[in-house]
């Protein structure tokens, strides 16, 4: 009974002292489940509430794409960088270091290849496995105005069920097929219905005009997709205007790794997404790498 000495009832448990509700202030996602938050919190930097997300996926329907044919090369050194790391469960497995920090975020669907259809997919991953791989997140590519939309729209919302379940959070990735025109009125129609199926995150293509209205009409987080390489100017710009208008960040691949400075190009990516550092100014640290070279 040593321990109960010297207790002084009361003292301890402050009892005038109110205790905390708790808060989340990452857009949409305050109601979610304890597990589920916390997945979100090492995905989206709390003290932003947003994310540089390195998308290396790219094999998954196309093969060793430029820039990724060595992974453990070009993509490993640039881990430190990211706020998270989207990837397929083969290429973590074999090459990604398990003693990582960085979030993975789950490649979960596939199936035909750039030579066949591409919006015929299917669940690629169990959540079982994901779990297994300790993933912060599941992606799924929804086709919307697609060959098989609704076979893709059943393939985010079967993830989304399990999600709930594992308190896994789930990334919608709208896929825009050459056919389709990526304007904001497609884009947000796109967002909107993988927002209101339950995706917990979504990512999207910028447009020119009115991605603000985009990224205002989806309840919850949006990230930017890069798209095909451009000027690291441009791409920095285009990142700064996605944050501006609403994205909560960015899930990049080709601008980043196929850049001939990967390293200063994500860093300069952080410096707009985390700091709205300004495009001309992120990009000096390219100047000073060319003028190193
Ligand atoms: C495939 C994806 C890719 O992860 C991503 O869009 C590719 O990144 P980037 O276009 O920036 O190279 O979701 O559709």
Redesign the pocket.
Known sequence: MADLEGLTEGERFQTSVVAPSLSNTLKGSGALDWGMQSRLARIFRPSTNRTVML????G??QGP?TGLERVDLSIVPLLGYADAL?TTRGMVRSTIPAITRTPIVL?ASGGPSILKELSDEQVAVSMEDASRINAAAV?V?VFIGGEFETQSVRNMTKLVDEAQRYGIPVLA?T?VGKELKRDARYLRLATRICAELGAHIV?TYYCEKDFDTVAAGCPVPLVM?????LDELDALTMAYRAIEEGASGV????????SEFPTEMIQAIAAVVHESAKPSDAYATFIKSEVKK
């Open positions: 998308a290396i996926d790219h998954y329907f794409t989207m490649r992606a590519q990735v896929a990512k997709a890069g798209g095909k390489k899930d990049m691949g080709r601008n980043i790794f196929q």
